[in-house]
């Protein structure tokens, strides 16, 4: 089944947050942006826009990949898979072996 890794990011609290889904991304959004997620740290805003979503053959990769990136714990990093497509191409390209 498809999963989907996201990147969504508030102007309000100019925070990132990370995590996936095998739902519609712009589904995830609406929840995120309602407060749906109670204990969640994207319960903090409103605002969340998708800044970036990779579609993946299954949940597992996609579990991978974010737990990959809460490791590095960078804002540089994240930035750059937003604004690099060779960045993202690298990074894609780790998990797919």
Do not use: C, P
Not at 14 to 40: A, C, M, P, Q, W
């Amino acid at each position: 089944m498809k999963a989907y890794l996201y990147i969504l990011h508030s102007t309000k609290i100019n925070k990132y947050h990370v995590g996936i889904t095998t739902d519609s991304v712009y589904y995830r959004l609406e929840k995120h942006n309602t407060g749906f997620y109670k204990g969640s740290f994207s319960k903090s805003a409103s605002d969340w826009e998708i800044k970036l979503q990779i579609e993946v053959e299954n949940k597992d990769i996609a579990l991978k990949m974010e737990q990959y990136i809460k490791k590095m714990k960078s804002r540089k990093f994240i930035e750059k898979l937003i604004e690099l497509q060779s960045e993202r191409n690298l990074f894609i390209e780790k998990f797919n072996q």
